[in-house]
């Protein structure tokens, strides 16, 4: 496998052997992190466009969410964070509702009330996203517990970033997960920013796999461009906590393309033009992983398909988008509660 | 650095001076002279004058819910910290504090806290004090196993670790958080094996040896006189009486009577210390002097706190703000 990049510890090599991906596997991958680079750079486009509010683009992270996301069912359930509408794709989700709730639109995948932060798709085991940073991890927590306690099989998966690593939720809830052997997963997608602090300037050491041992669970570092070696590592631990092993940690040494949020202009300089250009360039998960399938003979004109079918997806899911009501202002009080208190008397018969 | 004789003196007078002051605070308790609860160090006094006898009178401490022990290992005088306990105007904090809320600030004592994990960030913030002021000051943060649970524990040696902060994180691991075993709550039972997450030193003692802790903790005290950062310390140790005095655990015992049996008889660290003195030079004359001036000095205390006033109702809204809201312009 490729050498991860040097921003990252030297640690980022040291990772479990990469078992190839079936060929099914492989362009579903690809088809889904297609499909949130190109979902995260239209909805940009709109947003600058001013056609609704900010957003945080996921592209360069894509490997490590569409990774994480094939090697998991469709009722195992994930959490987000602020930076979260990859993670609903990458566990194959609509993108119509997805847009929509982006523009607040009454036929969003939260009827316009989520935004792009609150999303939560329960058709793909969403079971939340949060901005509040470290939030989702206790979350996550809670439904491996309630997992455990009506016995069923599925798994919960926690995304977060290197920043909420530092959240006291993080060691509360890894202890707890450890002690009680919970079926979770907690991937770690470490992006070398939080917001503009570098890992170095946060972290008393560089890698947050290696906090796994002090609770007791393991910890996994994994290149996070690479979709196989992702997969790979996820499987593994989704398979641990399926068998009532407990938790794993993964991190998944990855990078943000943009910055951390749509219009956001950080005054000093936090990371150079350069190194930006040397993971486009040279470390895209998307370019890997195409020249990956070209390499296992997997031909360019089934490729080339793929990238015209989420275009015309994202194109579809934009028109739906825009050409959706907005919610009605009847409704403004509707979904505060599920069962909302203060209701409105019964008319009398 | 081993301790020399002056100290091992020193660290047995502390040790008794923590012993006898929580006996006869408990009395005292069950017998209605001092309100609130009773948190009582006994058996954990190794752990504490060990830790405390390698810092220096000027060096910060912070303390927990069982926090008498604390200060007496800092050296404070007993007198108002017994009238504190009874709650009397002549107590270290005026009475407003009581047993959980002590601070000495003579010795050092920024605060104690009976959140759990409270004192861990206090701690912190004190040790980025002393960074920024360029003191050679360093901060020792008592807490025990239950807190190393808590987030602010995980959040605080992050960044004790990450600035290089002069901070001792020592944590009193008796075992038991209330009647939750270590088994019941941590992940892994090794509480010092948490510090390489963080990338400082974790350290494993016997805290009922009271040099072995005094050891210890003088490195991880170099270590942070030396801009070095911050270590973590885990002394095991045992708790001789309930969570708190009174306090009735209903159902199944959380421990076995013959556990605490075996620390009372084989592992008390005051025995132990006693039996190594006498191999070490000093006379059965020179360890009852010692031992009978802190029975007097304890006797002081109690007579002293029981003489002394309760604050006046007029003083009840004094100390609640440095710079009382609303006491200018008038």
Request: net charge negative; proline share 5%; aromatic share 6%.
């Amino acid at each position: 496998m490729t050498r991860a990049p040097m921003e990252h510890s030297p640690a980022s090599t040291a990772t479990t052997e990469v078992s190839a991906l079936t060929r099914e596997l492989s362009l579903e991958g690809y088809l889904r992190m297609v499909r949130i680079r190109r979902f995260e750079e239209e909805a940009m486009r709109r947003a600058m466009a001013g056609e609704f509010s900010g957003m945080h683009s996921s592209s360069g992270q894509e490997a490590a969410i569409v990774g994480a996301c094939l090697a998991l069912r469709d009722d195992d359930y994930i959490t987000g964070t602020h930076r979260s509408h990859g993670h609903p794709i990458g566990k194959g989700a609509d993108l119509k509702p997805l847009m929509a709730e982006l523009y607040g639109k009454a036929t969003g995948i939260c009827k316009g009330r989520g935004g792009s932060m609150h999303l939560a798709d329960r058709k793909v085991g969403i079971i939340g996203e949060s901005a509040i940073v470290g939030g989702g991890i206790p979350l996550a927590t809670g439904a491996g517990l309630s997992i455990q306690v009506r016995g069923t099989d599925q798994v919960s998966l926690c995304f977060f970033g290197d920043g909420a690593a530092n959240q006291g939720t993080f060691g509360e809830s890894l202890n707890l997960a450890a002690i009680w052997k919970l079926p979770v997963i907690f991937l770690c997608e470490n992006n070398l920013y939080a917001i503009s602090t570098p890992v170095a300037k946060s972290h008393g050491q560089p890698d947050i796999a290696l906090r796994a041992a002090g609770f007791g669970l393991p910890g996994v570092i994994v290149d996070g461009q690479n979709l196989a070696a992702v997969y790979a590592a996820t499987a593994v631990a989704v398979s641990r906590a399926r068998h009532g092993g407990g938790p794993t940690l993964i991190e998944a040494k990855t990078y943000r393309f943009e910055e951390h949020c749509l219009n956001l202009q950080v005054p000093i300089p936090y990371r150079t033009p350069q190194e930006l250009e040397r993971y486009k360039s040279q470390r895209d998960p998307l370019q890997l992983h195409r020249q990956d399938m070209l390499n296992s003979a997997i031909g360019e004109a089934e490729i080339a398909a793929i990238e015209r079918e989420v275009t015309a997806e994202v194109a579809d899911a934009v028109t739906f988008a825009r050409q959706s009501p907005q919610p009605d202002a009847s409704e403004v009080y509707d979904y505060l509660f599920s069962n909302p208190i203060h209701y409105p008397p019964e008319p009398a018969p | 650095m081993a301790l020399s004789q002056a100290l091992k003196a020193e660290a047995y007078r502390r040790m008794l001076r923590i012993r006898r002051f929580e006996e006869e605070g408990t009395r005292l308790f069950k017998e209605g002279a001092i309100p609130g609860a009773y948190h009582a160090s006994i058996g954990q006094e190794a752990a504490i004058v060990g830790a405390c006898l390698a810092l220096n009178n000027d060096d910060a401490m912070t303390g927990t819910h069982r926090s008498h022990g604390h200060p007496i290992g800092k050296g404070a005088d007993l007198k108002p910290l017994m009238a504190e306990l009874m709650g009397k105007a002549t107590g270290i904090c005026k009475g407003r504090g009581g047993s959980m809320h002590l601070a000495d600030n003579s010795v050092g004592i920024v605060s104690e806290s009976a959140i759990v994990g409270g004192g861990i960030p206090l701690a912190t913030g004190v040790a980025l004090s002393a960074k920024v002021l360029k003191t050679q000051r360093v901060c020792l943060c008592f807490f025990g196993d239950g807190a190393v649970n808590q987030g602010t524990f995980h959040e605080s040696l992050n960044m004790g670790a990450l600035w290089r902060l002069p901070v001792i994180y020592f944590c009193e691991n008796n075992g038991y958080a209330i009647t939750t075993s270590l088994a019941g709550s941590h992940g892994q039972p090794s509480i010092a094996a948490r510090a390489q997450a963080y990338g400082m030193p974790g350290a494993l003692v016997d805290g009922q040896d009271v040099s072995a802790v005094y050891d210890a903790t003088c490195e991880a005290v170099a270590r942070a006189r030396r801009a070095e950062g911050p270590t973590l310390i885990e002394a095991k140790t045992y708790r001789y009486d309930e969570h708190n005095v009174g306090l009735l655990i209903p159902g199944k015992p959380y421990r076995p009577p013959e556990e605490v049996e075996e620390y009372r008889t084989r592992r008390d660290p005051i025995i132990l210390f006693r039996q190594r003195l006498l191999q070490e030079g000093f006379t059965e004359g020179d360890l009852g002097a010692i031992e009978q001036e802190v029975e007097r000095a304890v006797e002081e205390a109690i007579r002293f706190a029981a003489e002394s006033p309760a604050p006046s109702a007029e003083s009840l809204f004094d100390y609640m703000y440095s710079d009382p809201v609303g006491s200018r312009g008038a």
